[in-house]
């Protein structure tokens, strides 16, 4: 059985038809039904069915999936034990926030992907919660206070960030000096999430409320700079803005705790090399960020 094949199957029952896998593969659609083709040929059984409106995987497909899956992730750790020390193969799928992904988290990509030249690297930039398992990503990076899960979490960084609005939404409806205060304002939100800040010794939790609500850090700015509200925004996307006077900081005398950048991976006991190896590489990334200038390491 060609391993090739068995990676294009599983990249097909991932991406939910030909089409998308190619475009994922960088092959045409050809080579990704003939792989399909032999490798059910081989099989003796149909792994998807093929109609005018696109393809969906057979029953035995749904069943071959995971196997196959797991096949190929062994066969990958198989390949590293034998390469050079620290040298990475097979193909690494992550999820990166969409609000901080391309200025953050893509620079360190990059540099994986050149010091491992047998590494493929699929990156998929959204502010939606994937679901790791299920579609198939090795990992996640995820920012902010993460909620319970099942899935493990690994700290890679600090994230700053503090309460912002527009000077015109002061002007019209006033500051708050204290967490409790905050519930008569808008609150600028990605959901119905709770804030924290610092209150001497002990931390505040307060839930606000809004009516403009966004799953985009850039989106949530967006509407604190129009007056809508105030938000709770990453220093990384408000810096700008406050240094030219279009939002000013908000209640200062009590901040918000740091918040994380974590690497977020399915349950296991072992991590994949190349998880960890990322890992490794962001903890460097943002050590190297949040040292004090002239600091020695």
């Not at 029953?59 to 050079?84: K, M, S, V, W």
């Not at 391309?102 to 994986?112: E, I, S």
């Not at 006991?269 to 600091?295: D, S, W």
């Amino acid at each position: 059985m060609d391993i090739e094949d068995l990676r294009t199957f599983v990249e097909v029952a991932e991406a939910g038809g030909v089409s998308p896998a190619a475009r994922r593969l960088g092959l045409s659609k050809s080579i990704v039904s003939r792989r399909l083709i032999r490798l059910e040929a081989e099989l003796g059984i149909q792994l998807v069915a093929r109609t005018t409106r696109g393809s969906a995987l057979t029953e035995a497909g749904l069943t071959f999936r995971d196997h196959a899956a797991r096949a190929c992730a062994e066969i990958d750790q198989a390949r590293e034990t034998i390469l050079p020390a620290g040298e990475l193969c097979g193909r690494l799928r992550v999820a990166v926030p969409l609000s901080f992904g391309p200025t953050h988290f893509a620079p360190v990509l990059a540099q994986m992907a050149q010091r491992h030249p047998q590494l493929n690297i699929q990156t998929s930039y959204s502010d939606r919660f994937v679901d790791l398992v299920s579609e198939g990503y090795d990992c996640a990076i995820r920012v902010g206070y993460l909620q319970d899960s099942n899935l493990i979490a690994k700290r890679v960084g600090p994230l700053y960030g503090k309460l912002v609005a527009s000077p015109d939404y002061i002007r019209a409806h006033g500051s708050p000096e204290t967490p409790e205060e905050i519930v008569a304002h808008q609150a600028l939100m990605q959901g119905t999430e709770a804030w924290q800040f610092i209150d001497g010794e002990k931390i505040v939790t307060v839930y606000p409320r809004g009516r403009f609500k966004a799953d985009n850090a850039v989106a949530l700015t967006a509407a604190a700079l129009a007056g809508l509200g105030i938000g709770w925004l990453p220093d990384g996307i408000t810096e700008e803005h406050i240094a030219s006077g279009a939002l000013v900081p908000v209640m200062t005398r009590h901040p918000p705790p740091p918040a994380g950048i974590y690497v977020i991976r399915p349950p296991g006991q072992h991590p994949a090399k190349k998880v960890r190896v990322l890992t490794e590489m962001l903890i460097e990334c943002f050590e190297q960020a949040t040292q004090p200038a002239g600091a020695v390491g």
